[in-house]
């Protein structure tokens, strides 16, 4: 982990001099920002470039800056005045890496994004490699509502979100307190101050419906943790809890819904445990996996179940489509 550390803060230093050069008088709020450090990591290491430079480490030798709070200035570069260039190999996983995130709402702008990828492009475009001949795709429209939620939370104002709850099977609308935008599991969220629930949630994109930005600030607690609302399915004991009996050849639905396993049984069989918050939307849940899940618990569940699987039953005699089980 500090080989790792000390790798990553290399990169940095070495590309900050040319950064530095390019956003002459930028203030260390400002740049620490757009290098993804706090600003107290920012200030050590410029204290840290003033100990590089090149041989004979002498007056005349080292990087000299001029810097403080309000303005950062490179007086002597020692020569690195350009970013490291990327070699073919680089400049490829950064294109793969780009397009994908670019098919992530609310990750990046997607017009940046897709001048990056040309740019990119046109760079190993003499190298003959294979990304460089390859058409990128036209750019996706980006969602008004995710547009609103970037300009949001870029100004610091709060949001109005229509949102539709999967495990509530509802949609209901809120205002939120943006604080930031992450990865979670492949989908793209934003992590706000929930002013309905006062506390933190995660609002997933593609469930967002609208989004208006409100002239006024978000105001999101400053003493709240926002790591424990990374886990989406909080073991919250206010939340109803199943209790399941999933069977042996059914075992991935462990790996794509919030359960959690509590024992296995003999014949292979397992018992786990699962959140929800309304009856109805669990039932039709469990109902979809017909007997690979059963429902033990608790009793209004178990009931919930059985009278959906008889409705279907006798609608489906009804129908004439008894036998169909059959053939």
């Known amino acids: 982990m500090s080989t790792s550390r000390l790798s990553v803060r290399l990169s940095r230093l070495l590309n900050m001099i040319p950064y530095l050069i390019a956003n002459p008088g930028i203030s260390a709020a400002e740049a620490a920002a757009d290098l993804g450090v706090s600003t107290k990591q920012l200030m050590s290491d410029l204290n840290q ?27 002597f570069s020692a020569g690195i005045d350009r970013p490291l260039r990327l070699t073919s190999t680089e400049a490829t996983a950064l294109l793969v890496a780009l397009r994908s995130i670019v098919e992530m709402p609310g990750m990046v702008d997607p017009t940046a994004a897709h001048a990056a990828i040309a740019k990119i492009e046109s760079a190993i475009a ?157 039932a039709r849940l469990l109902l979809g996996f017909g007997a690979g899940v059963r429902a033990i618990g608790p009793a209004e569940l178990v009931a919930a179940v059985r009278e959906r699987s008889e409705a279907a039953l006798a609608a489906y005699r009804e129908a004439g489509l008894d036998e169909v089980g059959a053939m």
């Open 49 to 75: 470039l003033w100990m590089c430079g090149l041989p004979g480490y002498g007056p005349g030798d080292l990087i000299d800056l001029s810097f403080s709070e309000e303005s950062i200035e490179v007086t």
């Open 126 to 282: 003499d190298g003959a490699t294979e990304t460089a001949h390859t058409e990128s795709a036209p750019p996706v429209p980006e969602a008004p509502a995710v547009t609103t939620v970037r300009s949001a939370l870029a100004a610091g104002h709060a949001l109005r979100l229509v949102y539709y709850s999967a495990s509530r099977d509802v949609v209901s609308e809120r205002v939120v307190d943006p604080i930031r935008i992450l990865l979670v599991d492949d989908n793209s969220y934003l992590q706000a101050w929930c002013r309905e629930a006062e506390a933190v949630r995660l609002f997933r994109f593609d469930r967002m419906e609208a989004a208006t930005e409100l002239d006024e600030p978000a105001r999101p607690p400053r003493d709240v943790s926002t790591e424990a609302a990374l886990d989406l399915f909080q073991d919250d004991p206010a939340v109803p809890l199943a209790r399941l009996l999933i069977r042996p050849d059914h075992g991935w639905v462990l790996d794509q819904y919030p359960m959690h396993k509590v024992a296995t049984r003999p014949d292979g069989s397992i018992e786990a445990t699962m959140r929800f918050a309304t009856l109805d939307w669990m």
